[in-house]
């Protein structure tokens, strides 16, 4: 007789896809950057685009779940990443809901900019262009707001400014493929006492070499270059199937939004 335990636990394993799709060669892991998961992975999925090869990221109800089912004991890998449907708490409200059956997760601190450099006009300083956004979150066992803290630890990405940008696909679209607003990207894992994960290591890293990821959001600049390919009267170039449609703006088109903005 199956227990709940194990029902979940195939579920989340014929959800994986291992069967249908390669798994990654032995010896590598799946360790992305907060860029990488919101334009490589949560972006594309917002649009319907096939993800990378060899990367399959299941699609769950994350609150339907309690975190030792999606990582049950013996798991291989110290996180696992979702891709999930965000859900709001009250019908007409904007407050997400983040109750489960057993507990609740409980955002802690700000949400932090992910964020991309292009280069500045008259080649100054690169500026950040925002393209999601990133919440840390902790489960408590029990009703809110007196349930108790656990180690599970999730982080929760969304898309926001350039990230949610349109997307021509093809040459000579007039439709361009609008992302989706409610898919959000989960990295699950168990935090260690008196060791840091791997989240925790990739976070250092990153901030360590990636320091735009806290610019302000006034520096924010939206890229149009389909727009500037027009005016200009070149062909426009198809982008790949697989494409999350975010590029580095030229110090010239910088420099063309600059004297646009002085004029008006």
Sequence with gaps: METKESTVAGRVAAADGSGARGRLPPGFRFRPTDLELVVHYLRRRALSSP????????EIRILAHDPSDLMPPGWAEEERYFFTCKEAKYVKGRR?????????WKATGKEK????SVPAPKGGERQAVVVGMKRSLV??????????KTDWVMHEYRLAGAGLAPCR??????????????????????????AATAADRAD??????DPVDDAESSGVQFIDFFARADALGRPRAA???SSSCVTDASA?????????SRSS
Aim: hydrophobic content about 30%; glycine content about 10%; charged content about 25%.
């Design 51 to 58: 993800l990378p090869a060899e990367v399959d990221i299941p």
């Design 96 to 104: 997400a809901n983040r109750a489960t059956g057993a507990g609740y």
């Design 113 to 116: 900019q992910v964020a991309v």
């Design 139 to 148: 489960f408590y066992r029990g009703k809110a707001p007196s349930g108790q």
């Design 169 to 194: 696909r093809a040459q000579g679209s007039d439709a361009p493929a609008q992302p989706s607003e409610g898919w959000v990207l989960c990295r699950l894992f168990r935090k260690k006492k008196g």
């Design 204 to 209: 250092a890293t990153e901030s360590a070499r």
């Design 239 to 241: 982008s790949p199937k």
């Design 252 to 260: 010239e088109h910088c420099r063309e939004q600059e004297s646009s």
